[in-house]
């Protein structure tokens, strides 16, 4: 691959969420620069093998998230590309169209607008869930590829996600087909690797056994997330209290009736050669460093096999 040209960012943010960003996330328009060239700076001296993008504005995210901490924003950036190489299984085909029917089935929906803190809401339904024909890695990439998507919007980066999940109509074999190996590997790259501000979760129509299932996830949550975490059961009216009635379909007691998130998605599932592109940067591909022949390992050392929490 050719070297690229840097590309140096430029803020497309809002007064709002630029004020929010200075208050909450320690952003300063004068100090920014500095902060980019630092990060780097420090994968030049520590992981030199490591390729970054171009563009400033993906690094831009990891400064965010982790409040223009240098040191954590490299960290989590450095993660981000080695789950690539410790989960491969969700890589080797990350790109989005390869999801396409996943998406058609509308687990995943997006809802139109914000809410009043400015977040964005995304709806996950678990009983669109054919376990049979789409596997627990199939769907996990789908939504990092949601994911990586949504955060090329900078009012998103800095006001957050919310997540609403429907159990209903959840049977117990799903609890066959989620085991710790698969909780502790969720974990660790969405919470871990995604630079993405998780500011509650909401769960719907739980099944009775849900809680044997959420205890699988449990050990791997902070302290901080586990208290943004929102059990409603079949009570949509505290659902409510926190994400507003307006901006929900009628499936969550909602009142939105003509909201559509296909659209969204077909557009996503045009980006291929986006994210073919990006797929290039993070750690040299086995056949980069042995001449060309892959032998089914990357020499590189990373992260190999343990799991760990960042700090957050």
């Given at each position: 691959m050719t070297t690229q040209t840097r590309r140096r960012y430029v803020c497309n943010l809002s007064e709002k969420s630029l004020e929010k960003a200075?208050?909450?996330?320690?952003?300063?328009?004068?100090?920014?620069?500095?902060k980019?060239?630092?990060l780097r700076a420090k994968f030049a001296k520590e992981k030199p093998e490591v390729k970054l993008p171009p563009d400033d504005a993906f690094l831009v995210r990891f400064l965010?998230?982790?409040k223009y901490d240098v040191q954590r924003a490299y960290n989590m950036l450095l993660h981000y590309y080695e789950v690539r190489r410790k989960y491969k299984e969700l890589f080797v085909n990350y790109q989005p169209s390869f999801y396409k029917k996943v998406y058609e089935t509308d687990m995943m929906t997006i809802c139109p607008g914000q809410d009043k803190d400015g977040r964005t809401v995304l709806l996950f339904k678990a009983g669109k869930w054919d376990l049979d024909r789409y596997s627990f890695d199939f769907v996990t990439t789908a939504f990092l590829i949601t994911f990586d998507k949504l955060l090329e919007d900078e009012e998103i980066q800095v006001n957050g996600v919310v997540t609403v999940e429907?159990?209903?109509?959840v049977s117990?074999?799903?609890?066959?087909?989620?085991?710790?190996?698969?909780s502790k590997k969720m974990m660790d790259v969405f919470l871990n690797a995604i630079p993405l501000r998780y500011k509650a979760g909401h769960y719907v129509r739980q099944p009775e056994f849900f809680g044997t299932m959420f205890a699988l996830i449990k050990p791997f949550l902070t302290?901080?997330?586990a208290k943004r975490l929102h059990f409603h059961g079949k009570?949509?009216?505290?659902?409510?209290d926190y994400v507003p009635s307006s901006m929900l379909p009628s499936d969550f007691g909602g009142q939105m009736t003509n909201y559509n998130t296909q659209e969204w998605y077909a557009e996503l599932c045009k980006e291929d050669r986006k994210f073919e592109e990006h797929n290039q940067y993070g750690f040299p591909k086995a056949a980069d460093v042995l001449g060309g022949v892959s032998q089914g390992a990357d020499p590189v050392g990373g992260l190999a096999g343990s799991f760990r929490k960042l700090e957050t």
């Open positions: 200075r208050l909450e996330l320690n952003e300063d328009p004068e100090t920014r620069d500095q980019i060239d630092e965010r998230n982790k429907d159990y209903e109509d117990i074999k799903m609890m066959t087909k989620f085991g710790p190996s698969d302290e901080k997330l009570d949509y009216g505290t659902l409510h």
